[in-house]
T-cell receptor
């Protein structure tokens, strides 16, 4: 059974800092991995999707990497801003169209 | 283009009551999912569907039922509500191997 773990559970940083969120998964036979953002009381918004054949994806200040062999992904946020404060979740899809298995998320607070 | 629409947003149920959470999408996606999220936890899959007429159990299906008669709609039925079903429910849609889109969530309390 696939298990997804996110470390740390919570992170508080000053504005402007570069930061890394970690995601690990137990079964490396994945189809893709997605990073989501969740604001309080809201649904999830997809940030980046990395296919299993890719090593990284970038969108603006966000960069996500994937190392399938070691079962790890990182989400790098450059020059953090208070508006980045949210919970970030990673999820893996094991086969095309199958269920997503989610981590428990990292709650990020960026202080002005 | 509304995306994924869930109703109701909030609901309080008494133990033993039944209700249906509605989910509608206008993106013509074949895959639809129902997840629940308990406080401080990740999302757990209840049921999913790969197309109209096809549904399958997820990780935590007990106490729930679904149907998928059309591409657009994927209602989640709670039978004999229990306090353990107090949670936030999210409907999601997507195409095979692509980005998943979530609704805004339905907050359910069973008392």
């Amino acid at each position: 059974k696939q298990e997804v773990t996110q470390i740390p559970a919570a992170l508080s940083v000053p504005e402007g800092e570069n930061l890394v969120l970690n995601c690990s998964f137990t079964d490396s036979a994945i189809y893709n991995l997605q990073w989501f953002r969740q604001d309080p009381g809201k649904g999830l918004t997809s940030l980046l999707l990395i296919q299993s054949s890719q090593r990284e994806q970038t969108s603006g200040r966000l960069n996500a990497s994937l190392d399938k062999s070691s079962g790890r992904s990182t989400l790098y946020i450059a020059a953090s801003q208070p508006g980045d404060s949210a919970t970030y979740l990673c999820a893996v899809e094991e086969t095309s169209g199958s269920r997503l298995t989610f981590g428990e998320g990292t709650q990020l607070t960026v202080n002005p | 283009n509304a995306g994924v629409t869930q109703t109701p947003k909030f609901r309080i149920l008494k133990i033993g009551q039944s209700m249906t959470l509605q989910c509608t999408q206008d993106m013509n996606h074949n895959y639809m999912y129902w997840y629940r999220q308990d406080p401080g936890m990740g999302l757990k899959l209840i049921y999913y569907s790969v197309g109209a007429g096809i549904t399958d159990k997820g990780e935590v299906p007990n106490g729930y039922n679904v149907s998928r008669s059309t591409t657009e709609d994927f209602p989640l039925r709670l039978e004999l509500a229990a306090p353990s079903q107090t949670s936030v429910y999210f409907c999601a849609t997507g195409l095979s191997g692509n980005t998943i889109y979530f609704g805004e969530g339905s907050w359910l309390t069973v008392v």
